[in-house]
């Protein structure tokens, strides 16, 4: 191996790098784009809209440390039931009381009012987040039992 004429001494450099063959560049960039395709769709399914979107539309003191809270659920598929979380909040911010809130399957967007108690004046309601996971315990189309 030569450098703008001068001889480069022998073993101090190593091996000169082996050539890749077309075969080993074409899998490396096939893999490369899969990889690619993979993360693309993982994003799209988690970062797309979301399936149930719930907007607080007011809420409201009431006595004994209750807030009302009226929202819209809208669902892009109406016919399944859902579960909102709901939660108050107090002057400082903590979380003063929280309610699992069934949605039963029907029109969509559905108007909901709840009532949360709370153990400290709340100053603030919200919904929490919404899910088509619905506790057994909320569904009102399970048998009753005892």
């Known amino acids: 191996m030569t450098v703008a004429?001068?001889?480069?001494?022998?073993?101090?450099?190593?091996?000169?790098p082996a050539k890749r063959s077309r075969r080993t560049t074409a899998a490396l960039i096939a893999l490369g784009v899969l990889a690619g395709g993979v993360v693309a769709y993982t994003a799209y399914v988690n970062l797309g809209s979301a399936p149930i979107e719930a907007e607080r539309t007011s809420f409201g003191n009431l006595p004994g440390n209750q807030?009302?809270?009226?929202?819209?659920?809208?669902?892009q598929t109406p016919e399944k039931a859902a579960v909102c979380i709901v939660r108050?909040?107090?002057?400082?911010?903590?979380?003063?009381?929280?309610?699992?809130?069934?949605?039963?399957?029907?029109?969509?967007?559905?108007?909901?009012?709840?009532?949360?108690?709370?153990?400290?004046?709340?100053?603030?309601a919200d919904v929490f987040g919404c899910s088509?996971?619905?506790?057994?315990?909320?569904?009102?189309?399970?048998?009753?039992?005892?």
């Open 67 to 75: 807030m009302q809270l009226v929202f819209d659920v809208t669902r």
């Open 5 to 16: 004429g001068h001889a480069l001494p022998e073993g101090r450099y190593g091996k000169p």
């Open 132 to 146: 088509y996971q619905v506790p057994a315990y909320l569904s009102t189309a399970q048998p009753p039992t005892g």
């Open 88 to 124: 108050t909040r107090g002057l400082d911010g903590a979380e003063g009381g929280r309610k699992e809130v069934y949605i039963a399957p029907g029109p969509s967007p559905v108007r909901v009012t709840t009532v949360i108690a709370s153990s400290s004046e709340p100053v603030t």
